[in-house]
């Protein structure tokens, strides 16, 4: 079993950047597809990002291609999303998943492991 803590969360402005972490523990990730998602209050959470096993395959949200990028390093047990060009639509609770399913999606039922989510506030 993986245990997953994000942090990088914070208030920006839009237009600005941030870079959400999320370090692993208990087992290394290289077992698992990893994924981002995020949660505004009321609604459903919905995907973010996801890369897999070895970093050479993402799969983005149609909202956010090219304003951010998930990465990972399987050595440090760390998963990162660089977020840039933030909007005020992307205020949410991101939480960082890891997913034991054999290819590489979107489903949030496919993910059998969740931090606790770090906020991200972007201000207009």
């Known amino acids: 079993q993986v245990q997953l803590v994000e942090s990088g969360g914070g208030l920006v402005q839009a237009g600005d950047s941030l870079r959400l972490s999320c370090a692993a523990s208990?087992?290394?990730?290289?077992?698992?597809?990893m994924g981002w998602f995020r949660q505004v209050p009321g609604k459903a959470r919905e995907f973010v990002a996801a890369?897999?096993?070895?970093?050479?395959?993402?799969k983005y949200a149609d909202s956010v291609p090219g304003r951010f990028t998930i990465s990972r390093d399987n050595g440090k047990n760390m998963v990162w999303l660089q977020m840039n060009n933030l909007l005020p639509e992307d205020t949410a609770v991101y939480y960082c998943?890891?997913?034991?399913?054999?290819?590489?999606?979107?489903?949030?039922?496919?993910?059998?492991?969740w931090g606790q989510g770090t906020q991200v506030t972007v201000s207009s």
């Open positions: 208990g087992r290394t990730i290289s077992y698992y597809i």
């Open positions: 890369i897999s096993w070895k970093g050479t395959n993402t």
């Open positions: 998943a890891a997913s034991i399913e054999a290819q590489l999606g979107d489903r949030i039922s496919w993910y059998a492991y």
